[in-house]
């Protein structure tokens, strides 16, 4: 018992019980997936699955709906939680319930905050109602949030998944703001440079580290979008990737080999979001050449 447990054997033997729940709760269920993905209902290897995905022709819209969500709804949130991080930073009075407030969102489910919406946005909901008593609509001709084309869907999901996502964001960047020191910005004012100049080329630079976190994280969770979708506007209208795979889980049941086609859905998905978080850290410098990590 001693030869296996010194100096050397210990660091593996704490880290075993966590290797044990990674293997069965994660990397044995993604196999699985991924074998699947490669199989008929009978268990017999074949690419049809991949073949009947890429013939799919919501497919490529599902796609591109993804990527531009993602795109926009990232570029946005990050902004805007910058700037909300910045200014709760800021030492003044009213900070906390400026804090409190923005991070109301995070404190609601998901189903819940997607049912919120669906409420306030059917003709008669509590956001029509509003602007009837503003006196923007009438009760005879309320607007119509839920039935506009794709542009004005994706519109509509971009600013209420921001809602929800900002303060996650902020959260993160502001845990960066709060580390930096003082001397940093001080020394930029004391050499002239405005407030604007400060933050951009002296604050944000300091902070990349938390910022390639936060995006990435976001990327990650905007890929994953689909439950708000589903409540708002049903399968179909605006079909995303993982609401394809629900809808092939769900809605497909009859059909042989579904739960093949959403595992066929899920490795796709996988690849995309890794594709997409490596590029995004190549770009951002995060992972360089070796010669770069060497200087």
């Known amino acids: 018992m001693g030869k296996i447990v010194n100096k050397k054997t210990m660091p593996y033997l704490l880290l075993l019980p966590t290797f044990l729940y990674f293997a069965a709760f994660w990397l044995i269920p993604v196999i699985q997936c991924v074998r699947m993905s490669f199989q008929t209902p009978e268990g017999v290897y074949t690419l049809a699955n991949y073949k009947l995905l890429y013939n799919d022709s919501v497919f490529p819209l599902a796609f591109w709906n993804t990527i531009i969500f993602v795109a926009i709804s990232v570029s946005i949130e990050f902004v805007l939680a910058l700037f909300l991080a910045i200014l709760v930073n800021k030492k003044f009075r009213g900070v906390g319930i400026l804090l409190f407030l923005a991070m109301l969102p995070m404190v609601i489910p998901g189903i819940a905050s997607a049912a919120m919406w669906k409420t306030g946005f059917i003709d008669y909901g509590w956001v ?84 390639v976190t936060a995006v990435i994280l976001r990327i990650i969770s905007a890929i994953q979008i689909w439950m708000l979708i589903l409540i708002l506007f049903n399968y179909g209208r605006l079909p995303v990737l993982l609401s394809r795979i629900c809808y092939w889980s769900e809605k497909m049941i009859g059909f042989k080999n579904h739960q093949q086609v959403a595992a066929t859905y899920t490795v796709v998905l996988a690849v995309i979001i890794t594709i997409i978080a490596v590029g995004y850290l190549y770009a951002s410098g995060a992972i360089g050449s070796k010669k770069e990590n060497q200087l």
């Open 128 to 211: 029509n109602s509003l602007l009837y008593h503003l006196g923007i609509c009438t009760s005879e001709f309320p607007l119509s949030w839920l039935s506009g084309g794709r542009w004005s869907m994706l519109l509509l999901i971009i600013v209420l998944d921001a809602w929800g996502s900002i303060p996650s964001i902020m959260i993160i960047l502001l845990a960066g703001l709060q580390g930096l020191p003082e001397e940093a910005k001080e020394a930029g004012y004391t050499f002239g440079a405005k407030k604007n100049t400060v933050i951009w080329k002296i604050v944000v630079p300091m902070i990349k580290p938390t910022i």
